[in-house]
């Protein structure tokens, strides 16, 4: 079996009922994420993201996925402060807020099956962490509302993966590298 994390994840487990999980605090950006120049935008955040992101439509694999631009060049995230907090003026993108949660699908004998599974960080799974369920293995109110965010981004995110298809689709879509010299500095972002 073979589970692949998503950008900015450094490994990570299903999710089980006995797992104690502990939660970054409220704003934290993981430190990989401070790493990551684009950040994978689901339809529903189009409009509040807009406002504090370029969107790009970036080409991933055969077809396109639509990001927020963080970052000027490869490995920047410009919203990501000294002090490990997401800059709190703009908008938290749903994909840092579910952190350390995710969907990730498994590969079973090089086969990829079709349902998801929530997945977490292997890091943040401490004796010390949050539990999730109760000792009958009933959700608790803080898990139901994580869990409600992530099937929720992951239900929308899929929206916009048939955007961006059919955006593809009907060609209205055309690769571009963006390039800017400052101060005898390159900045270069490919596959826009």
């Known amino acids: 079996m073979k589970i692949t994390p998503p950008a900015g994840y450094e490994q990570i487990a299903p999710l089980q009922k006995h797992h104690r999980v502990t939660l970054p605090a409220s704003g934290a950006a993981p430190p990989a994420f401070g790493r990551l120049h684009a950040i994978p935008i689901s339809l529903a955040e189009f409009a509040p993201a807009s406002r504090d992101y370029p969107l790009v439509f970036s080409r991933h694999g055969g077809g396109f996925t639509a990001v927020a631009a963080v970052g000027l060049q490869a490995r920047q995230n410009l919203?990501?402060?000294?002090?490990?907090?997401w800059d709190r003026?703009?908008?938290?993108?749903?994909?840092v807020r579910r952190y350390p949660?995710?969907?990730?699908?498994?590969?079973?004998?090089g086969e990829e099956r079709r349902e998801g599974v929530v997945c977490v960080e292997a890091s943040a799974i401490q004796s010390g962490g949050e539990a999730l369920y109760d000792k009958n293995g009933n959700p608790l109110?803080?898990?139901t509302t994580l869990e409600?965010?992530?099937f929720d981004y992951e239900?929308?995110?899929?929206?916009s993966?048939?955007?961006?298809?059919?955006l593809d689709e009907m060609d209205l879509l055309d690769p571009f590298t963006m390039k800017?010299?400052?101060?005898?500095?390159?900045m270069q972002l490919e596959g826009m």
């Open 161 to 166: 993966e048939d955007l961006c298809k059919l």
């Open 141 to 143: 109110e803080h898990w």
């Open 89 to 95: 003026r703009v908008y938290l993108p749903a994909y």
């Open 180 to 186: 800017a010299e400052v101060d005898g500095f390159t």
């Open 101 to 109: 949660f995710c969907i990730s699908t498994i590969t079973v004998d």
């Open 148 to 150: 409600r965010l992530i």
């Open 79 to 85: 919203f990501v402060l000294s002090d490990g907090l």
């Open 155 to 159: 239900s929308d995110l899929a929206r």
